[in-house]
Nanobody
Framework: QVQLVESGGGLVQSGVSLSLSCSASGRTPSSYDIGWFRQAPGKDREFVASISWSGSSTNYKDSAKGRFTISRDKAKNTVYLQMNSLEPKDTAVYYC???????????WGQGTQVTVSS
């Protein structure tokens, strides 16, 4: 089973940038898509961005378009989420998830906290 570990979260001020990493280890499958999700206090988990195994296809939540960039380094089994112009509304626990052998994201990391102060 593949395991995912997120890193790079922290406390930052509004307007700055932050880069999150999602590293895969264990029995990594031959191909898998990765998605980033986030959950703010008192709210449901929501989709942020995703990237296909090849990296040729990416998708973003509307509010992330133009500010966030998802990318992957297959050699390092790592997916990145570059977040620019952060706003307090981006405060949440950020999770990465893998879609392995199906249509659903079925492997999740433990999450990393991002807090943006105004």
């Amino acid at each position: 089973q593949v395991q995912l570990v997120e890193s790079g979260g922290g406390l930052v001020q509004s307007g700055v940038s932050l880069s999150l990493s999602c590293s895969a280890s264990g029995r990594t499958p031959s191909s898998y898509d990765i998605g980033w999700f986030r959950q703010a206090p008192g709210k449901d988990r929501e989709f942020v961005a995703s990237i296909s195994w090849s990296g040729s296809s990416t998708n973003y939540k509307d509010s992330a378009k133009g500010r966030f960039t998802i990318s992957r380094d297959k050699a390092k089994n790592t997916v990145y989420l570059q977040m620019n112009s952060l706003e307090p509304k981006d405060t949440a626990v950020y999770y990465c998830a893998a879609r392995v052998g199906g249509a659903l994201y079925n492997v999740w990391g433990q999450g990393t906290q991002v807090t943006v102060s105004s």
